[in-house]
């Protein structure tokens, strides 16, 4: 049970471990795009090509409908998207246990990889665990910590952590066959939680953010919502963004907004430090450099962003 590329990925690699999958059950297919067409999850896509049954509940009433047709022995969720019933929580013979891109209790909720590299976390990890009625709350069945260097992006991330848990997946199965696991509570008093997403959260509030934050926050929130401000009334997207070392320009620290040129790169003055960008997009015109943007629009310079 998945839907996006995180879960396309583990489905993936289970299938190419041999595991026998009866079936996948994903979300319906969604308009998408200008031309508002019907696009397939990157899961189905997945299961399509390897001719597995699809099932596309609509509901909780379908999904449970699904499952009890079904008849599996054990549900493997990946990212899926749905509060799953209790009714069907206690369909399988051996439940339902899910992979969850976090080191549980630490970042339940639906977005823990992006919040991981926004809250500049030094770590993070895969956690299976045994699938109950609160979210992301039940028995850890397995667990393993993923150092961070700091320079990750949430798509990359993403799929080093599906790699990781599927492994893990595969090891976990093989014990729940045996009888050989051993389910550990997770401790509430460590539980934090990870948001949804929203489009608002890239807009860049220079006195508000440092640049270390604003660094983050780009690597976080890459490809979606991205990272922008206005100018001139008009959106402005931000890309290929980092903190300007103190020794890489001899320009005076610039005020929160204010905009300077340090070389080939826009340099933006942020409440503590300066953050360096490479490229930038106005509202309705394509992506440009920062050199060929500056040409364009020269009065960008010492203008006042946000």
Partial sequence: ??????????????????????????QPDRPCGRGCKLQESEVKKVASASRLKIFQPANKAELTQAIKGIKPDLCIVAAYGMMIPNEALSTPKYGMINFHPSLLPELRGPSPIPMAIMCGHGKTGVTIIQIGEKMDAGDI?????????????????????????SKMLLETIIKIADGAIDPKKQDEKGATFSPIIKKSDGEVLFKKYHAQNIEQAARAFTPWPGIFTTWKGKKLNLFDIFVQRTDLCKASPLSAGRVALCDDKIAIGTKKGTILVGSLQLEGKKRQTAKEFVCGYPDLINSILG
């Fill in 1 to 26: 049970m998945g839907t996006p590329e995180i879960g396309a990925i583990v489905l993936q690699d289970l299938l190419e471990s041999g595991l026998k999958i009866e079936a996948v059950i994903t």
């Fill in 141 to 165: 069945l397995a667990q393993e910590v993923y150092e961070l260097t700091g320079k990750e992006t949430t798509p990359g991330l993403s799929a080093d952590l599906a790699h990781v848990g």
